[in-house]
């Protein structure tokens, strides 16, 4: 397998921890949506690694991952054109998981920056777990089974993604062939979604806007989003880069818009009414496509269940010859 096929495949995941945002929008999905119809992709719902840190509260883990698909299609992710599955659904990715853990060091895993941020933040969960260690093992199973050289995430991503680099290149050493091509990560423009607040868009914050969230629900957020704490009446002059709405309009709006926002701000021409006013229908505008998008999947679950079901025995074939390489460089085939 040659570099040159590795840059051609695209594969990432994402936990399915309830309704997506727009900071997975903006900060991922958009990018899968690009990759699509010119790279060989694979999106998965990484149920295995919602387990990790959820493994004592799993009622939510099937409904989660069913809005979360419908998300994505509702997001323009087309199973005509990228293999959409569930982890689970494609257990080979367990024995890949088992085959790197036997050369991935214990200390480049505690070393992970997520390792010890998640269980001082998660403090009221027992993550002093192997499998909880072993979540960048299991990621890098996901990504090298299918040789993708590339693999869309947001921000917090990569410091797991260069793990999975070092895995892969351990794993070539060790084995002495390149078996498994080293993965890149790929960042949107907007890898740090601005929320509500002028924090990252993260559910954790209560700053987000949801997908397919209802145009009046919309309305209101932004309506009720502080601004400039300088503009405190309107003849107040404010100024942009103290403005969460501003950080969204440079999401959302075209340069003249923001020139627009900019000088009025500055100026006191406009009003902060005013200037959400372009940033509300922009963001119902995108939305709007996807509430219509959605609502054959949501009226039909069976459709949805059949696209993953296609797409995990697709897979499959793909995991099944990567795991037949891996199983002979590793010298366990038993004839
Ligand atoms: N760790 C990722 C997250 O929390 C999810 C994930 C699992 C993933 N496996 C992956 C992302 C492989 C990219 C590639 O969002
Ligand atoms: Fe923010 Fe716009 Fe108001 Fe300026 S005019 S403070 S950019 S909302």
Known sequence: MSAGDSSRKVASGMRPTGRLHLGHYHGVIKNWVRLQHTYECYFFAADWHALTTGYQDTE???????????????????????????QSKVPEHAELHLLLSMISPVSWLERAPTYKDMQAKLSDRDLATYGFLGYPVLQAADILMYRAGNVPVGADQV?????VREIARRFNHVFGRIVLPEPQALLTEHARMPGLDGQKMSKSYNNTIRLR???EDIERKVRTMKTDPARVRRKDPGDPANCPVFDLHQVYSEPETLDWAARGCRSAGIGCLDCKRPLIEAINAEQNVMI???ERFRDQPDLVHAILQEGAEKARGVARDTLEDVRASVGIVHG
């Not at 698909?69 to 087309?78: E, I, M, P, S």
């Not at 410091?159 to 793990?163: F, P």
Request: charged share 25%; glycine share 6%; aromatic share 8%.
């Open 159 to 163: 410091a797991h993604l260069e793990l």
């Open 213 to 215: 969230e209802p145009a």
């Open 60 to 86: 939510e883990i099937e409904r989660n991952t069913f809005d979360m698909v419908v998300d994505w299609l509702a997001a323009g992710v087309d199973p005509g054109a990228a293999t959409i599955f569930i």
């Open 292 to 294: 219509d998008r959605a």
